[in-house]
């Protein structure tokens, strides 16, 4: 009974156990399904997230190629019409060298056949002449040599006589063509010294790749555009121009730092108002080194040595100041060139006219620029730095300043005005505009607290930049009202000169 009782239990575990187990099997089966399920549902919903993540990434790529394109067709179109009238000029040029050629070698036959017949002309006259002498020598028994011999002996008593009363007429002829022959001198001087015409601008083109940079260059609201003018005191004027933007300015040293802050500024792709005050101080003091280095490149063009150091700096500014839209150091050169050549046709010294004619403008250019004639400055700088007597008197007397006591002054003064009167060489109307602005600057510049002064838009705007910690907001208002009441009192202008007073407070700190 009880082994029969032992064998149902096992049995009916066994039972259990394989019923248990087949419903495990078949739960395990269910949760499997439902996984994978979920998988694929999982995987289908990524697939197409990845599809469309490909088609905006490809529709992206494909704009940003279009345009590349169509900036390429456009830029190779513009190349394709340059070239086309280049080779319409070409085609030009080349049918009016065919047709001076034709001219010339018809001109050339011409004189070919003329030359034959003069040569056949001379034969007949030269067997004329000799048939003459043979003739003469049969009338009158002598021979050519006794004739010449008795025709020598008559004419020499009447040459005696007739001298003695030739020579008073020569010396007045001589006093008459002295006057001629110092105007020969002087052309002969000119035709030997090549000068260019010089133009004076007031603007620079300043070319930028593409108009995208024009925005960043203007900054948010404008700021870039206006730390850049107020670090330069220069005039930035963006328009519709493609890929350019005007500079405009009566002072070229200011122009040139504004368009060289502005390249480096553009190359680097930095541009905001700290980055601009440092790049602008930066390039301030980089032309200033290139004023040096101009001073130096041109004395050794002339052979000029031994110059002090400041006078050299002196000559390098000319290169940024004009004299009646003529530029100072081209009219410089030329007059020490002309001085030099005349000096050496008069017998003097060269090197020394050379000299005093490249210093002869020396005060256009100093750096206080005091209430003085620039003849008697120049004269005191080159005392001041040990130049030769010789050389100051020419400088101080070229515009009869002074009493002549060399005879290169003379020399430097005629020079002088050679170069300024030759045509294209000045223009007054420039002169007197810059002189205005100048002006216009310096009567702003002499009230106190003032730090810096820019006259913009051809006079027509004065920005007064003032010392924060020296005029306060309300002191501000009193010298716009100020200064733009003495301009009106003191000044001649047209139309209406706007005053703008600037003032900025700054703190700053730094972190050790």
């Known amino acids: 009974m009880n082994n029969i009782l032992i064998i149902a239990v096992i049995v009916s575990f066994a039972i259990g156990a394989t019923i248990t187990f087949f ?6 089966k269910t949760r499997s399904k439902n996984i994978v399920k979920d998988a694929e549902v999982e995987a289908e919903v990524i697939k197409k997230e990845k599809i469309l993540q490909a088609k905006e990434k490809f529709f992206h790529l494909k704009t940003e ?10 830029k190779i179109l513009i190349a394709e019409n340059r070239i086309k009238q280049k080779e319409s000029s070409l085609s030009q040029k080349l049918e009016d060298y065919q047709r001076k050629k034709t001219e010339l070698d018809a001109i050339r036959n011409n004189l ?3 030359i034959e017949v003069v040569e056949k002309k001379e034969e007949e006259l030269e067997k004329l002449h000799k048939r003459q002498v043979e003739q003469l020598e049969a009338i009158s028994g002598l021979s050519v040599s006794d004739a010449k011999s008795q025709l020598i002996e008559s004419l020499k008593a009447e040459a005696k006589t007739e001298a003695m009363s030739s020579v008073n007429d020569i010396m007045d002829e001589a006093k008459m063509t002295a006057n001629k022959e110092a105007k020969k001198i002087v052309v002969e001087t000119i035709q030997r010294v090549a000068t260019e015409s010089s133009v004076e601008n007031s603007v620079s083109v300043f070319h930028i790749d593409n108009d995208d940079i024009k925005g960043r260059i203007i900054g948010r609201e404008g700021r870039n555009i206006r730390a850049l003018e107020a670090a330069t005191g220069v005039e930035i004027i963006v328009d519709d121009t493609p890929e350019a933007i005007i500079l405009s300015c009566f002072d070229p040293v200011r122009r040139e730092i504004a368009r060289l802050s502005l390249h480096q500024l553009v190359a680097d792709g930095r541009i905001h108002p700290a980055r601009i005050e440092e790049v602008v101080d930066k390039t301030r003091s ?4 290139e004023i040096i280095e101009v001073g ?3 004395t050794i063009d002339l052979g000029i040595h031994g110059l002090h150091p400041e006078l050299i700096r002196l000559i390098g500014k000319m290169k ?14 030329e007059v020490a060139n002309l001085s030099s050549i005349m000096a050496a046709e008069l017998g003097l010294n060269a090197r020394l006219a050379k000299r005093a004619g490249l210093l002869h403008d020396i005060g256009k250019v100093p750096d206080d620029e005091p209430e003085l004639p620039h003849a008697i400055l120049g004269m005191k700088l080159a005392e001041r730095y040990k130049e030769k007597s010789d050389i100051c008197n020419a400088i101080g007397a070229h515009h009869d300043e002074i009493e002549m006591t060399t005879l290169i002054a003379p020399i430097v003064q005629v020079c002088d005005a050679i170069s300024g009167a030759r045509p294209g060489a000045r223009r007054e109307v420039v002169e007197a505009y810059i002189k205005r602005l100048k002006n216009l600057e310096e009567l702003a510049l002499s009230h106190p607290g003032v730090m810096k002064t820019y006259a913009i838009q051809a006079g027509r705007e004065l920005r007064v930049i003032v010392g924060s910690e020296k005029v306060s907001d309300k002191d ?5 009202f100020e200064i733009a009441e003495k301009i009106q ?10 005053v703008t007073v600037i003032r900025e407070t700054r703190a700053v700190n730094y972190a050790k």
Do not use: C, W
């Open 23 to 28: 419903l495990q099997q078949k739960a395990f």
């Open 296 to 298: 130096k490149r041109t």
């Open 286 to 289: 980089k032309v200033e080194d």
């Open 65 to 74: 190629h279009e345009k590349i394109i169509n900036e390429k067709n456009k």
């Open 489 to 498: 009192n003191e000044m001649t202008y047209p139309g209406q000169v706007k």
């Open 112 to 114: 070919n056949i003329q």
């Open 320 to 333: 940024y100041r004009s004299s009646y839209g003529q530029n100072l150091l081209q009219h410089s050169r």
């Open 476 to 480: 501000a208002e009193k010298l716009s």
